[in-house]
């Protein structure tokens, strides 16, 4: 079983920044690819940004330039630097991991509250 603890996440001011960051522990054979999701009150959960264990990235159109996803895969854990921050990035940030216990299977942390404000 895999299990990924978030931390970084807070209350920010309209361009200010953050840094989260998602620890993966348990027992597991591998990670490929790692990332960050967000759910705003009453919306779906979206993609932010992802990471392949080889290191390529893809960024939801909303944060480009304004977010970078990154990894240590030595330590199993991934980053995401969030500046610009504005009032619609405030949402709760999971990080997601798909990773290789009996078999390849996606696995999420508890979600760290990201709020912006104006």
């Known amino acids: 079983q895999v299990q990924l603890v978030e931390s970084g996440g807070g209350l920010v001011q309209a361009g200010g920044s953050l840094r989260l960051s998602c620890a993966a522990s348990g027992r597991f054979f591998g990670i490929n690819v790692m990332g960050w999701y967000r759910q705003a009150p009453g919306k779906q959960r979206d993609l932010v940004a992802t990471?392949?264990?080889?290191?390529?990235?893809n960024y939801a159109d909303s944060v480009k330039g304004r977010f970078t996803i990154s990894r240590d895969n030595a330590n199993h854990t991934v980053y995401l630097q969030m500046n610009s921050l504005q009032p619609e990035d405030t949402a709760v940030y999971y990080c997601?991991?798909?990773?290789?216990?009996?078999?390849?299977?996606?696995?999420w942390g508890q979600g760290t509250q990201v709020t912006v404000s104006s």
């Open positions: 997601n991991a798909y990773a290789k216990y009996v078999g390849w299977h996606d696995y």
């Open positions: 990471i392949t264990s080889g290191g390529s990235k």
